[in-house]
């Protein structure tokens, strides 16, 4: 089974690695980079990406004439997603495992972030042969 | 058991008779899709039989068969299904063929083929994109899956690059011939280009966690070579190999254990590649005499002053300054004004660089790019503007898209917020 786990957080939220010590910021980026790689290693990864700042983000929509119309800049508290992983895993469990790792990663002074970490299961069923 | 793959002679040979046996078979075939697909099947026929059966005698005529076998095979199922059409005498229908030179004889013309190839690739009427990977398929024999691997991307998603890049040169209906010698220099200037932009997607790939995708450059090199070798006496494609191997040079250094980005003052100069340092060298010393210098010459020429000091306050920052005033002379380019900048930082003081780089603010071309606020942090702080530089390297790391250049812009912005808290 497949599942996203995405990492959501305000553009001026707890997030904030920019304003982090250099120690704490480096600390964070092993951590992130060792969680991929032992999720790669142990053939649970699928796809990891981290996203551009929110400040990039538009909205985007059709006009009367079908070109796109865009909107932004968007305000701090908005929640925006920063990055995700994609796992394939045999329980729920697991799924939920993994999310806590991530959820757990450094933050400032190395105490855990405990941040949010929404888990949506990836619709990749085979589909039931219809009587 | 695994099944044996192709040793390093094989896979090289393999990867140059690659467009040689592309050239002649669209001569026989005249349609590129089709010749190309043949090919492409050839070579991976090769890659499971050579190992097992070792080279055959004669691999040009070998994967030539095989290919033209395709091909046929192609074309007789298709003409079957049009219930026995008459075939035509080429076996492509007159629609699909594309057009040969009008002197075109039976002569072997492999080496000629290699170039005309790389023309058709990498031809101004398609998207960099569908260019980079058309080029690495047809002309270094890459297949499809390794192209998609070094990309990133879905094989599926890689295919569909290559059949629409196909698709837009049998629409714009590209010759298979060299181009006239009035053509010849501009669409030379677009093989460079795409070649150039190979080796960079290789070098500092614009995405993703990893910061180099040595692969890619590797391939740039091999092509640049193959066109060096094929135009000795062009003065510009030497100085594109010279700036890809000088460049290249400093890979090992680039990056530290963690995958973590090193620029090039803190580098550990000892694990430069000298021999490509002096490879590098030797070809940008027998071109530049010759005069007509060109922007490849010229940064490579800049690539070779960073190579040669053997520590980097040893840089010979004037004559790199020198280097980019002509540089900038040659071409409107503001990322060439962005190093011009900072060179001359780095020989006057960072006022006369930071007073520089407030005359690009105005340039819409470098609207939102992270390299201006990062060039600017970096001389706000060799000024002593702490706090400016912090703003600029955060400005930076949100703006860049690449993974290993934000955490090293990130880290640089932290290093600075706790320098005053130690000095205190």
Known sequence: MKYILMMNTPGKGPYQVANWAKQDFQAHIAFMMGFSKKLRAAGELVAAEGLAGPDQARLVRAGQDGKPVTDGVFPETKEFLAGYWIVDVETTERAYAIAAEASAAPGPGGKPLNMGIEVRQVMSGPPKDLL | MTSPTLDAHQERLLRDLAPQVLGMV???????????????????????????????????????????????????????????????????????????????????????????????????????????????????????AEIATAFLVPEATMAQRIS???????????????????????????VLHVLYLIFNEGYTTSSGPTLHRSDLSSEAIRLARTLHALLPDHAETAGLLALMLLTDARRAARTGPAGELIPLDDQDRRLWDQ??????????????????????????????????????????????????????RMSDNPMVALSHAIATAMVHGPAAGLALLRALDADPRLTGNHRLDAARAHLLERSGDHEGAIEGYRRAAQRTTSIPEQNYLLTQAARLNEAPLKAR
């Open chain 2, 275 to 328: 021999p490509a340092i002096v490879e590098g060298i030797a070809l940008l010393s027998a071109t530049l005499p010759r005069g007509a210098i060109g922007a490849y010459q010229l940064q490579a020429a800049i690539a070779a002053v960073h190579d040669e000091a053997a520590r980097a306050e040893d840089t010979d920052w004037p004559q790199i300054l020198a280097l980019y005033g002509l540089l900038q």
């Open chain 2, 26 to 144: 669209i001569r026989r075939f005249r349609d590129f899709s089709a010749s190309e697909d043949a090919v492409q099947e050839a070579l991976i026929a090769a890659a499971a039989q050579w190992p097992r059966e070792g080279l055959p005698d004669e691999p040009r005529a070998w994967l030539y068969q095989v290919a033209s076998r395709r091909i046929a095979d192609q074309v007789r199922a298709e003409a079957a299904r049009r219930r026995r059409e008459a075939i035509v005498v080429s076996l492509v229908p007159p629609e699909l063929q594309i057009a040969l030179a009008a002197d075109d004889d039976d002569t072997p013309a492999e080496h000629d083929d290699t170039l005309v190839l790389l023309f058709m690739c990498c031809h101004p009427a398609l998207s960099p994109a569908s260019a980079i990977a058309l080029t690495l398929r047809a002309a270094g024999g890459l297949t499809t």
């Open chain 2, 164 to 190: 629409r890049a196909k698709q837009s040169i049998k629409a714009s209906l590209v010759p298979f011939q060299m181009p006239t010698a009035e053509e010849r220099d501009q669409r030379l200037g677009a």
